[in-house]
């Protein structure tokens, strides 16, 4: 179940204000009343007038707003299921989120530069199933394999050093954590992406790129960074972050091990320059692997529910119009 356009319920919000406002107008009639001052007056003045009819075609209008709201944002339910058959591979992409990657020697950021390009590149991926895995000091599986590629790209937006407080840079762990996605049963169809600065030297990290290369895992890297380097700045406190010395930390694009990574398991290497070529080699890559048949079950329409609540609103506002304020009379 889902509202299509959940942007709307927000709307919802202005009911409270609703009420508010038809509470200041009962106060205020209350007052009127009183300044007339002859109650008696007063009473054969509004002897027509009807209280509750004038609560209850208030209660007809907001629940007519409320039906109007839920109807724009489109209530679904899913409808009938199928296989889709696909022609693909299997994607893990594996993103550095240290707080190094905050560095701005990359244009915002490192790691904003990282996103744009798994997003773009998810594109480029219709027919393949992805998987995220974010690491730092420890890695983290973000996502299963799958072929849902919005939530992928919803995950890689979400994507920070907040996701993982440990801070350092396991790219062992991370291998390890995206090969266990894999189906440990097949020897090709798969790939590792990884992109990182590669800044903190792992030394199994090469072993496990080696292990993987055996079990048919290519593992293309990223690098991005400058070798130059560059300070980090504290996205918090805005201040450029030192060692135990006060020195300023720079930090620099490890090209060096990230090659080693890919020249093991028979990928290709790239430093994140010019995002165009980045994204034309690395899918040119992939693609270039085996494909298999990839089936899963799609919900291929969604049932809308918004006709019943227009409907509804429709009806309801009919309903307030023909409705009197005012009492009916009796012989």
């Given at each position: 179940?889902?509202?299509e356009?959940?942007?709307?319920?927000?709307?919802l919000a202005?009911?409270?204000?609703m009420?508010?406002f038809?509470?200041f107008?009962?106060q205020w009639k209350?007052?009127t009343?009183?300044?007339?001052?002859d109650?008696?007056?007063v009473?054969?003045?509004?002897?027509n007038?009807?209280?509750?009819?004038?609560t209850l075609?208030f209660?007809?209008?907001?629940l007519?707003f409320a039906?109007?709201?839920?109807?724009?944002?489109?209530?679904?339910?899913?409808g009938s299921?199928?296989?889709v058959?696909r022609?693909g591979v299997d994607?893990m992409?594996?993103l550095d989120?240290s707080k190094?990657?905050l560095?701005?020697?990359i244009?915002?950021?490192?790691?904003?530069r990282a996103k744009q390009?798994l997003t773009?590149?998810?594109?480029?991926?219709p027919?393949?199933?992805?998987?995220i895995?974010l690491?730092a000091g420890?890695?983290?599986?973000?996502m299963p394999?799958?072929?849902d590629?919005s939530a992928?790209k919803?995950?890689?937006h979400d994507?920070?050093p907040d996701?993982?407080?440990t801070?350092g840079t396991?790219?062992a762990?991370?291998?390890?954590m995206?090969?266990?996605?894999f189906?440990?049963?097949?020897?090709k169809y798969?790939?590792?992406?990884?992109?990182?600065?590669g800044e903190?030297?792992?030394?199994?990290?090469?072993k496990v790129?080696?292990?993987l290369?055996n079990?048919g895992v290519?593992?293309?890297?990223?690098?991005?960074?400058?070798p130059?380097?560059?300070?980090i700045?504290?996205?918090v406190?805005k201040e450029v972050k030192?060692d135990?010395?006060?020195q300023?930390?720079?930090?620099?694009?490890?090209?060096?091990?990230?090659?080693?990574?890919s020249?093991?398991?028979?990928?290709?290497?790239?430093?994140?320059?010019?995002m165009?070529?980045?994204?034309?080699t690395?899918?040119?890559q992939l693609d270039?692997?085996e494909k298999?048949s990839l089936?899963?079950?799609?919900?291929?329409d969604?049932?809308?529910?918004f006709?019943?609540?227009?409907?509804?609103?429709?009806?309801l506002?009919?309903?307030?119009?023909?409705?009197p304020?005012?009492?009916l009379?009796?012989?």
């Amino acid at each position: 179940m889902r509202f299509e356009n959940n942007l709307y319920l927000f709307g919802l919000a202005a009911i409270p204000f609703m009420v508010m406002f038809f509470i200041f107008i009962l106060q205020w009639k209350k007052r009127t009343a009183s300044k007339i001052g002859d109650a008696r007056l007063v009473k054969q003045l509004v002897k027509n007038y009807s209280p509750l009819k004038f609560t209850l075609k208030f209660i007809i209008i907001v629940l007519a707003f409320a039906g109007i709201i839920l109807g724009a944002a489109n209530y679904q339910r899913p409808g009938s299921l199928q296989n889709v058959n696909r022609q693909g591979v299997d994607v893990m992409l594996v993103l550095d989120v240290s707080k190094s990657m905050l560095a701005e020697d990359i244009k915002p950021s490192r790691l904003e530069r990282a996103k744009q390009l798994l997003t773009r590149l998810f594109d480029k991926l219709p027919n393949d199933r992805l998987g995220i895995v974010l690491f730092a000091g420890r890695s983290y599986l973000q996502m299963p394999l799958t072929i849902d590629h919005s939530a992928a790209k919803m995950y890689v937006h979400d994507a920070s050093p907040d996701a993982v407080p440990t801070q350092g840079t396991v790219i062992a762990d991370a291998l390890r954590m995206a090969n266990g996605s894999f189906n440990s049963k097949e020897r090709k169809y798969k790939s590792i992406v990884l992109i990182s600065d590669g800044e903190d030297h792992d030394p199994d990290a090469l072993k496990v790129a080696k292990e993987l290369a055996n079990d048919g895992v290519m593992i293309n890297t990223v690098g991005i960074g400058s070798p130059d380097g560059s300070p980090i700045i504290d996205p918090v406190s805005k201040e450029v972050k030192k060692d135990e010395n006060g020195q300023t930390v720079i930090s620099k694009l490890n090209e060096a091990e990230l090659q080693q990574l890919s020249d093991a398991s028979n990928g290709i290497y790239i430093r994140l320059d010019n995002m165009e070529d980045a994204l034309i080699t690395l899918s040119q890559q992939l693609d270039s692997i085996e494909k298999k048949s990839l089936t899963d079950a799609e919900f291929i329409d969604y049932i809308s529910y918004f006709q019943w609540f227009l409907g509804a609103a429709l009806l309801l506002l009919l309903i307030e119009f023909i409705l009197p304020e005012r009492k009916l009379k009796t012989a």
